[in-house]
C-alpha cells in the first residue's frame, strides 16, 4: 500500500510562485502517472497536472505555461513548481498516483492560497 506526503502549500501573492512536494512511500512498481489535482471551493476536483515515469507530462489548459511538473524516480518523488500564480489558482491541491490498473491513491492535501 502506498502512502503519498505532500508539502510546500502555503500563502502567495499573485504572480509569486510556489513548489509543491509529494513523496510516495511503499510499491509503487505499477505506476502508470503521478501527479497533482486541485480542488476549490464549491468547485469538483480538477486535474492540474500529471507525469508518467519517463518523464511525459500533462497540463491542464489554465496551466500550461506557468506550472512545471517532474518527478524523480530514485526518490519516488514528484513536484510542482507554480509561477505566475493567479488568484484563481486558490485551491487544496491533492498528490495522485495512478496505477497501471486503473486504481489511485490520494494524498492528504495541501492548501495554495494566492492573494490579489
Known amino acids: 500500500q502506498v502512502h503519498l506526503v505532500e508539502s510546500g502549500g502555503g500563502l502567495v501573492q499573485a504572480g509569486g510562485s510556489l513548489t509543491l512536494s509529494c513523496a510516495a512511500s511503499g510499491n509503487i512498481f505499477a505506476l502508470r502517472t503521478m501527479g497533482w489535482y486541485r480542488q476549490a471551493p464549491g468547485k469538483q476536483r480538477e486535474l492540474v497536472a500529471t507525469i508518467t515515469r519517463a518523464g511525459s507530462a500533462n497540463y491542464a489548459d489554465s496551466v500550461k505555461g506557468r506550472f512545471s511538473i517532474s518527478i524523480l524516480n530514485a526518490k519516488k518523488t514528484v513536484y510542482l513548481q507554480m509561477d505566475k500564480l493567479k488568484p484563481e489558482d486558490t485551491a487544496v491541491y491533492y498528490c495522485?498516483?495512478?496505477?497501471?490498473?486503473?486504481?489511485?491513491?490520494w494524498g492528504q492535501g495541501t492548501q495554495v492560497t494566492v492573494s490579489s
Open positions: 495522485n498516483l495512478e496505477y497501471v490498473s486503473g486504481s489511485n491513491a
